[in-house]
Structures are given as C-alpha cells and as structure tokens.
C-alpha cells in the first residue's frame, strides 16, 4: 500500500478555481492507478476522475468533464486534481486514491486513501 496525503482545498467563490494535490509515499507511486473521489454531506462518496499509472489515460464523471483536469507527475510522487469553473455543488471532501493495475471509477477497487481536504464553493 502507499501513503497518500492531500492538500490544496479550500473556500472559493463560484466560478473560481483550486488546485488539489496529492503526495504519496514509496517508491512504487508510478505504478499506481490514482483516482479522485469526493463526498459532500449526507450523501455518498462518488467518483470525480481517475488517472493511468503512465498519465495516458484518463476519465471523469459527466459532471466534471471540461472543468476538471487530472495528471500526475510520478517524479514528485504527486497526483493532482485541477478544478476550473467551480460551482456550488462541488462542495465536498475531496479524497485520493491509489490501485494497483488499470484506472477505475470504482472507489471499492482502491486500497489505499487519503484523509481528505474540504472544498467549499460559495455561490
């Protein structure tokens, strides 16, 4: 398993844009699928974009498609969630996750998380 912290959350108003980081432990990050999930209150956590271990293939949720970027840089051991055009329903904890093998919009095919970092878009 690899040891994953993120950062970068925040309050932002509608419209406005956040970067979220997230930095993993252990030498073996590259070969990690990495995935971006959220969960805003009373609801579940959802899947927001996932990312292949070489960075060339990537997918999103419908939602965020031309809003969001995903990519990583395994150098820095780093995978990062750019948000642009923020809206009040992306008020959430945003989470990182690795797998093992392919991408996946699955959040029970990851096995390793972060603790979270809260985005809050105010309209």
């Known amino acids: 398993q690899v040891r994953l912290a993120e950062s970068g959350g925040g309050l932002v108003q509608a419209g406005g844009s956040l970067r979220l980081s997230c930095v993993g432990s252990g030498r073996t990050f590259s070969t990690y699928a990495m995935g971006w999930f959220r969960q805003a209150p009373g609801k579940e956590r959802e899947f927001v974009a996932t990312?292949?271990?070489?960075?060339?293939?990537?997918y999103y949720t419908d939602s965020v498609k031309g809003r969001f970027t995903i990519s990583r840089d395994n150098a820095k051991n780093t995978v990062y969630l750019q948000m642009n055009s923020l809206k009040p329903e992306d008020t959430a904890v945003y989470y990182c996750?690795?797998?093992?093998?392919?991408?996946?919009?699955?959040?029970?095919?990851?096995?390793?998380w972060g603790q979270g970092t809260q985005v809050t878009v105010s309209s």
């Open positions: 996750a690795a797998k093992g093998g392919s991408p996946s919009a699955q959040s029970a095919d990851f096995g390793s």
């Open positions: 990312i292949s271990w070489t960075g060339r293939n990537t």
